[in-house]
């Protein structure tokens, strides 16, 4: 009977009472605190996990230091910190309104937040099935849009994921093979861009000229002003990029010849676009001979390959073939690439009287604005009627 006494006074603690039991065994005083009871927990449940309210700050204060505060604020609260993960995964969300979302720093700062040592697997059971799930994933979370924004980590966030996971944590070994792709895949482009991208419509168009022009080592860049003509309509600027092999096959077209002006067509450089411009002309049809020999000519074929050493090399003139320039293609030959500042009509117009100064063969010639262009599809040249200020070139002027 005592017994079923003692468990039926426990069934009527637990209804009427906290959570708060006491035993006696054999002399032996027990008391056992459950916190998880409503009694004790706390009537405003958001002062334990900071909410998304931390960012929810005017779009004109968005920006680096609004976000590092706010970190900041979290961090240097007093009270236990809680809500780590929470915090962390908005904090990921908002990163691209503040403009943090490629700044190593902020990603360092949120690394920073968890403790250090308590998420250290101790044993190969804990290493293996994912010790603290909940944080490895949100750390995973964190460096994944790190490499989706190619940031680099850097020593100091390897210090940091170590100190926080140890040696066989996965995101440990996550970090590892971004350290070891990133860098590789960052340096792959024979193209080089500065780190941060200018946001100067001029800057972008040297680089987008440059890179254009990198096909052909002698490729020379020129910026005009359209004010130095005496009718110019367009008050802008003008970059281009011609090279000497490009000028002597300007010469060599017969007079009175189409050329065509084409564009505008769209180069990105990283995440960054601008429109650019070419002068095309259609490509000089060959002889039937010139079209037998080059269809029997293979430029990759090193099979056959004689030596004049050994003696071996017999070559007549139909055996030698021209092998053709980078700017003569199947499709036309590309004469001169420009960029303006309007891309008007107008400004085109002024980059071709430009151009007839290095090139007087160019006056003989029939110039023709094409809007469709057998290249590619293409966006129609906007006429100068319309205000330059409701031109938007650049689609995208954000830094990586």
């Not at 980590?153 to 971004?178: Q, S």
Request: glycine letters at 4%; a neutral charge.
């Amino acid at each position: 009977m005592a017994v079923n006494f003692g468990l039926s006074m426990k069934r009527i603690w637990q209804k009427s009472l906290p959570q708060i039991f006491i035993y006696k065994y054999s002399g032996l005083h027990v008391r056992n605190i459950h916190k998880s009871c409503s009694y004790f927990r706390s009537k405003e449940p958001n002062q334990l996990v900071v909410t998304s309210s931390m960012f929810n700050v005017p779009e004109e204060e968005r920006n680096k230091d609004t976000f590092l505060e706010a970190v900041k604020i979290y961090t240097t609260r007093p009270g236990p910190r809680r809500g780590h993960v929470e915090f962390i995964l908005s904090a990921l969300k908002y990163m691209e309104e503040f403009g943090v979302h490629r700044d190593l720093q902020a990603y360092k700062d949120l690394l920073d937040i968890l403790p250090k040592g308590i998420y250290i697997p101790t044993n190969m059971f804990q290493a293996e099935f994912f010790h603290y799930p909940k944080q490895q994933q949100c750390i995973i979370d964190v460096l994944e849009q790190m490499e989706d924004n190619g940031v680099c980590p850097d020593a100091e966030t390897d210090a940091m994921v170590l100190n926080i996971f140890g040696r066989h944590g996965f995101p440990t070994k996550k970090l590892m093979r971004m350290n070891y792709w990133m860098p590789k895949f960052k340096n792959l482009s024979p193209w080089a861009l500065p780190d941060k991208i200018p946001t100067s419509n001029l800057e972008i168009a040297k680089l987008a000229v440059q890179r254009m022009g990198s096909v052909d080592p002698a490729t020379e860049m020129e910026i005009f002003q359209t004010n130095k003509l005496k009718d110019a309509i367009d008050d802008t600027w003008i970059v281009s990029g011609q090279s000497a092999t490009q000028r002597e096959l300007l010469a060599k077209l017969q007079e009175k010849k189409t050329v065509f002006v084409e564009g505008a067509f769209t180069i990105w450089l990283r995440r960054t676009s601008i429109n650019y411009f070419i002068l095309r002309s259609d490509p000089d049809p060959l002889s039937e001979e010139d079209q037998k020999q080059r269809a029997q000519f293979d430029y990759d074929d090193v099979s056959q390959l004689r030596s004049w050493i050994l003696g071996q090399e017999n070559l007549t003139r139909k055996d030698i073939v021209i092998e053709p320039s980078v700017h003569e293609q199947e499709d036309g030959t590309i004469l001169a690439v420009a960029v303006t500042g309007t891309c008007s009509k107008d400004s085109l117009l002024s980059w071709i009287r430009f151009l007839e100064k290095k090139n007087p063969n160019l006056a003989n010639l029939s110039v023709l604005f094409a809007t469709n262009s057998p290249l590619g599809e293409i966006v129609p040249a906007i006429e100068s009627s319309v205000p330059v200020n409701a031109v938007k070139k650049i689609t995208d002027t954000s830094d990586l």
